[in-house]
């Protein structure tokens, strides 16, 4: 074996450190308002051993966002097929129910288009850097800094509109 | 305070640690894993390029049409559906083929606003909602230690398994449909694993561990209603 190479790790071994982020992915679906969070945190563990090849082995976490994520969608559109009635009450456009502690910040989080509110709360809840969130929504991250500044400065207008004193306009991100 | 403060500060606690993760963990790596078996990358090269010249002869000899549609017979299918009165006839021909838990009705669905699909899709649509009320059922069942009801179930499920659930060809595109003569409605999985571990569900659900199909019955039942094992 040429020196250089490193064996092969166990795929155990591997997955053990992707699996470390289950309770994140967990918490991360219970943000976005899924109705059952740890079905989604196992499915996305499942499908990570499956495509293990495919998730980051140094960072896994943004791959893990993006596939919960996309159950969270197909979670929101069976809830979304209801009966005949509620359906015709239903706006398929309606935000998700992501739930703040702070009402104010609620509103203003839901008046804010989607993938705005996305970029926002990757960096503010998630704790991800900007590098991070900009893979886990599939996009370069000078388009990220560029989605994240605009929608920094909504959503501090829409908070202010709500009521809060003049703030400055500052966010204060970690760096790559 | 900024508004990126407030918005810090008004992050929902976390949930409680997720329950039994070893068991989960022991659970998932017991199911196969195209991923962790895969070859180091320098030989998956030369697979790949061994492949793609083999292609190349196949493709040069003139056969491409032939191999896409008669020999694998997996094709894309370019037939939409836009109308949902159409789309809700091909859904209510595949609930005629399809078996329920007793007492279950089929719930009313139908083609989203603005919205097209393939032709195959009502009838997946409605053998997913037969596959998830039968794994319902079949945790229900084994918590009741109901054996008939476990057997309905993990007959009903191995049905759909066998006639109901094709495996695409791995880098498929999205509308991907299989073989014509394929006995509909069916239900098109990736070619990632998922059968895989859906089969690994039922053999643990068939040895009395309702774990597996319990978990897939939470993530998809959605607003089904699924009535009490009798």
């Known amino acids: ?176 | 305070m900024t508004a990126m403060d407030r918005l810090r500060a008004a992050r929902p606690a976390p949930l409680p640690a997720v329950a039994d993760r070893e068991a989960l963990f022991d659970r998932i790596v017991a199911t196969p894993a195209d991923g962790a078996g895969a070859r180091p990358a320098r030989s998956r090269r030369k697979l790949v390029l061994v492949a793609a010249v083999g292609l190349a002869v196949v493709l040069s000899a003139g056969t491409a049409y032939a191999v896409a549609t008669d020999l694998f017979g997996w094709h894309t299918d370019n037939v939409f559906v836009k109308d949902p009165r159409v789309w809700r006839g091909l859904y209510r021909d595949a609930t005629q083929e399809l078996r329920l838990p007793p007492g279950m009705a089929w719930p009313y669905r139908t083609l989203p606003p603005h919205t097209i699909t393939n032709r195959t899709e009502p009838g997946g649509m409605a053998v997913g909602i037969a596959q998830t009320a039968w794994e319902c059922y079949w945790t229900e069942a084994i918590r009741a230690n109901d054996r008939t009801a476990e057997r309905d179930a993990h007959s009903a499920l191995t049905d759909l398994v066998r006639h109901h659930i094709v495996v695409a060809p791995p880098g498929s595109p999205e509308n991907v449909a299989p073989p014509a003569g394929t006995q509909a409605p069916f239900e098109i999985y990736a070619s990632d694993g998922g059968i895989s571990y859906v089969k690994h569900n039922y053999a643990l659900a068939a040895a009395g561990d309702p774990s597996g199909v319990a978990q897939s019955c939470r993530a998809n039942r959605g607003d089904l209603q699924i009535p009490p094992v009798r």
Do not use: C
Not at chain 1, 126 to 139: F, K, N, R
């Open chain 1, 1 to 176: 074996m040429n020196p250089d190479q490193h064996p092969p790790e166990d795929p155990e071994a591997r997955f053990r450190r992707v699996f470390a982020h289950l309770q994140p992915v967990a918490d991360y679906a219970a943000r976005r308002g899924s109705s059952d969070p740890e079905a989604i945190a196992a499915e996305t563990m499942a499908i990570a051993w499956r495509r293990l090849d495919r998730v980051p082995a140094d960072d896994p976490r943004p791959w893990l966002f993006v596939t919960a994520r996309n159950l969270l969608m197909a979670e929101q559109r069976r809830t979304t097929r209801r009966s005949q009635a509620d359906r015709a009450l239903a706006r398929p456009e309606a935000a998700p129910a992501v739930e703040s502690t702070d009402p104010a910040v609620t509103r203003a989080l839901r008046a804010l288009p989607e993938r705005d509110r996305e970029a926002l709360l990757l960096v503010a809840w998630e704790d991800l850097t900007p590098a991070q969130a900009a893979a886990a929504l599939g996009i370069a991250p000078v388009a990220f800094r560029v989605r994240l500044l605009r929608a920094r400065r909504r959503f501090a207008r829409s908070l202010s509109a709500d009521g809060l004193p003049n703030t400055p306009d500052v966010l204060e991100v970690k760096s790559t």
